[in-house]
């Protein structure tokens, strides 16, 4: 039997579709990865505090030293145990659906993760979270944008600096705009037209942290992005820093109480 011409498009078509569901998944699993590499590093952070306050409660008799001992040994591990949650949920979820999401819990999850990373690069976060309706998104999936966007933040700031994540509603279009915006190098204007292009990067390669690099990490943005529904954009100037501003629709009545 022949292919027309009609059949082989349709082929290719559904050959790119394929393969770029599998470049999806890869980028997905690769994630999964990074973010519980980011996690085991902040667990054992959370563990040697619960280890260094169990020893000194045992080696001092005194009331007031054990009390103190008990309450951070307490709070380091009800952290451990946030950190333990946040990773077991995202393992879980592979779920492409879409459902009403909280953006400002998940931002507080993944600065929870990525707390100890950004301090030991001397990067300060200040955060702008207005009360917003939920976004119709996949929870995993938009953490595993703003992740991306807040270690290029970093990654950006070699020398220290602030990022700043704010968090707004826009009534008049349905949506919630999630910004993520840091005082970095900025990228030269030249650059911006490609930067969510595949393979494109500003970077010569992965930093000592391992990350960043591969010029996939904003197409993979960008691509999750549309598939929700919703806009990204770039704004940014050299000296002076980059911001990426999101734009998420909100979720329908009908969802958010059927949630």
């Known amino acids: 039997m022949t292919l027309t ?14 393969l770029t569901h599998q470049l999806q998944q890869a980028q997905a699993l690769a994630s999964l990865g990074e973010l519980t590499g980011t996690a085991t590093h902040e667990f054992n952070n959370v ?3 619960i280890l260094n306050y169990a020893k000194l409660g045992i080696r001092h008799k005194d009331e007031p030293t054990r009390d103190k001992a008990l309450t951070k040994i307490l709070a380091a591990a009800e952290r451990a145990a946030k950190i333990t949650r946040t990773i077991l949920a995202t393992a879980r979820n592979r779920s492409d659906d879409f459902e009403p999401t909280d953006l400002a819990s998940i931002i507080d999850d993944s ?3 990525l707390e100890r990373e950004l301090r030991q690069y001397r990067v300060t976060v200040e955060t702008d979270l207005q009360e917003v309706p939920a976004a119709r998104a996949n929870g995993n999936q938009i953490q595993r ?3 991306n966007l807040v ?6 700031m070699p020398d220290g600096g602030t990022i700043s994540i704010g ?18 190098c900025g990228i030269p204007q030249e650059q911006l037209p490609s930067i969510f292009e595949p393979f494109f990067s500003t970077k010569s390669g992965p930093d000592a942290s391992g990350k960043g ?12 992005i549309q598939e ?31 949630a």
């Open 111 to 113: 600065l929870m993760l």
């Open 213 to 224: 690099g591969t010029g996939l990490g904003l197409s993979a943005c960008r691509d999750i």
């Open 5 to 18: 011409n009609t059949d082989q498009r349709l082929s290719d078509q559904e050959r790119i579709a394929y």
């Open 151 to 156: 270690i290029n933040a970093r990654q950006a």
């Open 145 to 147: 944008v703003l992740l």
């Open 47 to 49: 563990l040697m505090t």
């Open 167 to 184: 968090l707004r509603s826009n009534p008049e279009a349905n949506e919630v705009l999630l910004t993520v915006r840091d005082s970095g």
């Open 228 to 258: 929700h529904g919703g806009r990204i954009r770039v704004e940014s100037t050299v000296g002076r820093g980059t911001a990426f501003i999101i734009r998420l629709p909100v979720a329908s009545k009908t969802e958010t109480a059927a």
